[in-house]
């Protein structure tokens, strides 16, 4: 597909998502602000599992701890201001990833994808077993978020046409954060601890720093989608925090092709799509939505992206060097 | 806390404990042999529990389900190997996440298709039904005390075929270097498929074990499989060693955090956070050596 091509299809794209309020049904504008909402959530995933190499199966962590906070910190009878509760949920989230990130990110490989996937569980079970906020229940969040200024309101979450467009505009800022990140110095560092992180530190770079950095930022996008899907629903439960969002996001990303920007976008709308598509003609639709996995996972090693024509003269990111990870000797069998 | 209680509870550790190991042990050595990491390994647990519910009531008999159920995991697993696992040795840990994690729904409905959402329980089989009694009012059943002592055994024989048996050391021998063994004569795809077919019936036999101590519910799989990761963690991965030590210990944690609501009476924080304790273990050894308790040193 030559680079002209690829431009009108995205703007066509982006004009259809501008245009759908207006005229789609009301189900279906919610139902497109919950994939855009897990746009954000995947995209944040696929920094880490895309570009830097870290497979995280309990990103759900953040995505769940910042509903939590915008659900603790909502009084019951008031609005929450956008803004100020926006900067707490995101700088929790950020904040909680740099103490996770802290002790996981010393691990690599296998260790990092179960040691992940612990720490989720254990804020789980924290949410899930004491009054907290709510236990197994959870908690509501009576009205939603909105922005004020000097008594003029732009902006009123609980308007669903209002939500879709405040959504769509943190999707794309995602979308074009990642992509300017990437294209940075410290994109190319990631990019080459996936690469062979060993030869990074042989050139000096303190790839833990790199690394932990990352991880904060993986964290504070997905507590930015969090924050958006706890203001969608209005509740927030232990299940935002558990291991199965953290697998279905982590399938959008395979799915979708990860390492490249659209494979997430690609892959939230198809899984969801998918998903709800199959919901409509069995009740035991997570047997197709399995076996859809199961023949990506077989026969699409690069995902959904892998079935776009490449982009001519492009660059696709270069494979992991086999062997030369260096990030566990446990796991670089010798005949790797 | 009172000798007789602390004896029991000790006894719920250690039995909790070596169940864990079971199904630890399997998913262990999948991953330090094979290399696969096996998200669908709880739910082969869960498949074995609904095995034993369901073929004891065909069969009307608890040893003959356990027998059969044993069989029929292996060919499962051989049939696994070969239709979807044997694909993915040569690829990324992404692919056998991605493919495993299918695995888990695709069972999980099928169980939801074949045996319903419903959670059911298994009578402890007439001969182990008593129990020992060790005060006027407190017994402990005789059914708990068997389940150790099978653990144990079939802890000791793994132990012993990996060590000191030829088949063994072929095992070994492919762990190490695939392509070194292959040249010298051994099947390595059949060695493969066994080591996968044994490790989730080690996972489902567990699942048949547990099905008369605990109930029989859909959610049981993924719930012994996080705990499974946390003891690979903590045990290091493919060590089997590893897992037996980190089982015992998370099986006493878990165990004695549950009661210490008992001790302490009147400060009701405790037990609500013993769901937690395993986890904030597992944080400690990670900070104290990530590579786990019996792991290969990293770097």
Redo the contacts between chains.
């Keep these: 597909m030559s680079t002209r091509v690829r431009s009108i299809a995205l703007l066509v794209g982006l004009a259809l998502l501008l245009v759908f309020p207006l005229v789609g049904d009301r189900f279906y504008v919610q139902f497109f602000s919950k994939i855009l909402i897990m746009t954000i959530f995947a995209g944040s995933l696929n920094l880490l599992v895309g570009y830097t190499g870290l497979i995280s199966l309990g990103h759900a962590a953040f995505f769940g701890i910042a509903g939590y906070i915008l659900a603790l910190y909502s009084p019951d009878t008031a609005a929450a201001g956008l803004l100020t509760s926006l900067l707490l949920s995101v700088g929790g989230a950020a904040l909680l990833a740099l103490l996770i990130g802290s002790l996981v990110v010393r691990t690599g490989g296998i260790f990092f994808i179960m040691a992940t996937l612990a720490f989720a569980e254990m804020l789980f079970y924290l949410f899930h077993d004491t009054a907290i906020a709510g236990g197994s229940d959870g908690i509501y969040i009576y009205q939603r978020p909105t922005l004020m200024i000097a008594g003029w309101q732009p902006l009123d979450l609980a308007n669903i046409v209002h939500f879709y467009y405040l959504v769509l505009f943190f999707s794309l800022a995602a979308i074009v954060s990642i992509h300017t990140l990437l294209r940075s110095p410290f994109g190319k560092v990631i990019v080459g601890i996936r690469v062979n992180e060993q030869r990074m530190r042989a050139l000096g770079f303190h790839t833990y720093r790199y690394k932990l950095v990352c991880f904060v930022i993986a964290g504070a996008l997905a507590g930015l989608a969090g924050y958006l899907a706890a203001s969608q629903f209005g509740v927030v439960n232990p299940e935002m925090l558990g291991w199965h969002l953290s697998g279905s996001v982590l399938m959008m990303v395979i799915l979708g092709g990860m390492g490249t920007l659209v494979g997430p976008v690609l892959g939230a709308f198809s899984l969801m799509m998918l998903e709800e598509g199959f919901q409509s003609i069995t009740k035991h639709w997570q047997l197709l939505t399995g076996a859809v996995i199961v023949l990506v996972a077989l026969y699409l090693p690069r995902g959904f992206a892998g079935l776009l024509p490449k982009r001519t003269g492009n660059k696709t990111l270069p494979p992991r060097s086999k062997g030369g990870t260096g990030s566990s000797a446990a796991v670089d069998r010798p005949y790797v | 806390m009172d000798p007789h209680i602390f004896l029991i509870q000790l006894l719920n550790g250690v039995q909790y404990g070596l169940l864990l190991f079971l199904v630890a042990s399997g998913l262990t050595l999948i ?1 330090g042999i094979m ?1 696969v ?1 096996n ?1 669908a390994h709880g739910s082969f647990y869960m498949l074995g529990a609904y095995l034993a519910w369901s073929l004891t009531a065909q069969l009307g008999n608890f040893w003959l389900a356990l027998l059969s159920g044993f069989v029929l995991s292996v060919v499962l697993g051989m049939l696994l190997e070969w239709l ?1 696992i044997r ?2 040795y040569r ?9 495993t ?6 069972f ?3 169980r ?2 074949v045996w319903g959402d419903d959670v059911h329980s298994v009578a402890v089989p007439a001969l182990l039904a008593g129990s020992i009694p060790l005060t006027e009012t407190l017994a402990y059943p005789v059914y708990r005390i068997w389940l150790s002592i099978i653990c144990v055994v079939l802890a000791a024989g793994m132990y012993y075929l990996i060590q000191h048996t030829r088949l063994g050391m072929m095992i070994r021998a492919g ?6 063994t292959q040249s010298l004569g051994i099947d390595i795809g059949l060695l493969y498929r066994l080591v996968f077919a044994f490790g989730i019936a080690l996972a489902a036999f567990a699942g048949m074990l547990a099905a008369p101590v605990s109930s029989v519910y859909p959610g049981m799989g ?1 719930q012994v499989l ?1 705990i499974c ?2 003891v ?2 903590i045990g ?3 060590s089997v060693k590893g897992a037996m030590a980190a089982a015992l210990l998370i099986g006493l944690v878990d165990t004695f955090g549950k009661v210490v609501e008992f001790e302490i009476g009147g400060f009701r924080v405790l037990p ?5 304790s395993v ?2 273990m ?2 400690i050894v ?2 104290w050596r ?3 308790l019996f ?5």
């Design positions: 991953f290399g990491i998200l979807f694909h993915l690829r990324d840990h992404l692919q056998q996440v991605l493919l994690y299918g695995l888990i729904l695709i999980s409905e099928l939801s298709i762990a190490s270097n695939r392509e070194m993924n996080i990761f946390v690979v963690v290091g991965i493919g609500e956070l013993a769901g937690m986890f904030v597992m944080a990670l900070l990530p590579e786990g792991g290969a040193r990293l770097r």
